[in-house]
Nanobody, 116 residues
């Protein structure tokens, strides 16, 4: 079973930056994409960004131009989310996600809190 472990969450002031990381416990065979979702208090989980193994990158409109997703596949599958110009509405638990032919994998989540 693959485990995804997130790190890098915490407190950030409005306009500030934060970098999230997510590492898989082992290489994921046939990996299609890795990315991030988030869930704010009282709201449903929403998609943030994905990076596909073919290099295609997609962002939600809410974060486009402010967040950057990147990856490193050696030695393990790792995905990063560089969050710039953070806003109050970015406050949420951020979940790492990996999609493979064998199913989807999720991390436990890391809290990001943006304060004024």
């Amino acid at each position: 079973q693959v485990q995804l472990v997130e790190s890098g969450g915490g407190l950030v002031q409005t306009g500030g930056s934060l970098r999230l990381s997510c590492a898989a416990s082992r290489r994921i065979s046939g990996l299609n994409a890795m990315g991030w979702y988030r869930q704010a208090p009282g709201k449903e989980r929403e998609w943030v960004a994905h990076i596909y193994t073919n290099g295609i990158i997609k962002y939600a409109n809410a974060v486009k131009g402010r967040f950057t997703i990147s990856r490193d596949n050696s030695p393990k599958n790792t995905v990063y989310l560089q969050m710039n110009n953070c806003q109050n509405e970015d406050t949420a638990v951020y979940y790492c996600h990996a999609k493979s032919p064998w199913g989807d994998f999720w991390g436990q989540g890391t809290q990001v809190t943006v304060f004024t």
